[in-house]
């Protein structure tokens, strides 16, 4: 759909309006576009003088909105933030910038890092840039290239890739098993329990196993992180992806003694519609072959 610009006042007009409406004051106004206050309150008249319309008036020390002012402050903010964001994108686009990747701490810490050094040795001209959040992060404002994200894979306004299933296990320490390696679903309400808060499926997945955690001894910890810890150091049984136990399992400091499979949920590879970065082909190619 093409503009016709034949019909649309002055840019340098619409700006000065959108900050004056912003901002609620010709002065601040001018400050943030690096301009006089008489050139913004000149540029305001002659959109209202243009458009017919009363746009701005004053009230007080400061500036109000009429309805039409407003519709069309929320109109222009709205688009020139499209912009930013396109330009932004354009500009992070250096094939000399580092990969910006999103994922879990626990994702990070248990399954990424310890085979980061394979991918470097075979790709050391990727370089990445890793966020872990537990928050989702926006691709495009936040500027991230890879999120690696766990649910359904139906997310709106991005690509997602099937990484791997979430086959998830229960797990404890040596010492709380004292020297059992498999427990009755008896065994484990009996139990004391570590899990992570504003984590539903954990329970969801726990009753699917046959147990009920309204009536189980559970300790919550503020994050995965430290639910892990608390898990290792035998304070309770613990519920996780089993591709983040791979290490604990390997050393001895947890043992599986239960599994819960659920081919509703996985992990995927995220990224914004369109092209994409050779080097971040690369990295994702190699993500999947590492599962």
Known sequence: MSVDWRNLPSLTALRAFEAAARLQSFSRAARDLNVTHAAVAQQVRSLEADLG??????????????????????????GFHSIEVAVNDLRGADPNAPLRVTLTPAFAAQ??????GAFWKAHPEVGLSLHPEHR????????IDLAIRFGDGKWPGVEAEFLTSAHYIIVAAPSLLQGRLRLTTAEMSA???????????????????????DAMNITYIPTEELALSAARQGYGLHVEAAALMEKDLANGDLIAVGEIKDETLAYYLVTKPGPKRAELKTFMKWLKAAI
Not at 111 to 116: D, N, V
Not at 191 to 213: C, H, K, N, T, Y
Request: hydrophobic letters at 45%.
């Open 53 to 78: 319309r009363e746009l701005l008036y004053r009230q007080g020390r400061g500036l109000a909105l009429t309805p039409e002012g407003a519709k069309l402050a929320q109109a222009l903010t709205d």
């Open 111 to 116: 399954w990424l890092i310890p085979r980061l």
């Open 191 to 213: 139990m004391p329990w570590v899990i992570e808060p504003d984590w539903p499926e954990a329970l969801v997945w726990l009753r699917s196993f046959g147990l009920q955690p």
């Open 136 to 143: 989702v992060m926006d691709l495009r404002r936040d500027g």
